[in-house]
């Protein structure tokens, strides 16, 4: 599974961007997806993650209720919809695919991960 995340830009405090990730080959439905972030000099944290199957969705605390994730089976592609975005959202984000199921917040349990797009949040 190739993924490929993108999205990302420049925003003012408050307002809002969505974030794709596309991914390639015919078995994207049977991988749970997920978000992560890492911000200049700290290390990669979970986000958001959905479940295939039954698409159970997960949060960190720090994004939930502003933040939702979804996924489009028949377009390979999983979405993060962020609004709200505040200052310590700023990130680069990445995607990543993992056969567990559930809250999935180890990145070592991600098999395929895209290579970031950059969210910058201005106050």
């Known amino acids: 599974v190739q993924l490929q995340a993108s999205g990302g830009g420049l925003v003012q405090a408050g307002g809002s961007l969505r974030l794709s990730c596309a991914a390639s080959g015919r078995t994207f439905s049977t991988y749970t997806m997920a978000w992560f972030r890492q911000a200049p000099g700290k290390e990669r944290e979970f986000v958001s993650n959905i479940v295939w199957g039954a698409g159970d969705t997960y949060y960190a605390d720090s994004v939930k209720g502003r933040f939702t994730i979804s996924r489009d089976n028949a377009k390979n592609t999983v979405y993060l919809q962020m609004n709200n975005l505040k200052p310590e959202d700023t990130a680069v984000y990445y995607c990543?695919?993992?056969?567990?199921?559930?809250?999935?917040?180890?990145?070592?349990?991600?098999?395929?991960w895209g290579q970031g797009t950059l969210v910058t949040v201005s106050s």
């Open positions: 990543a695919a993992s056969r567990a199921l559930g809250m999935i917040v180890i990145t070592s349990l991600y098999n395929y």
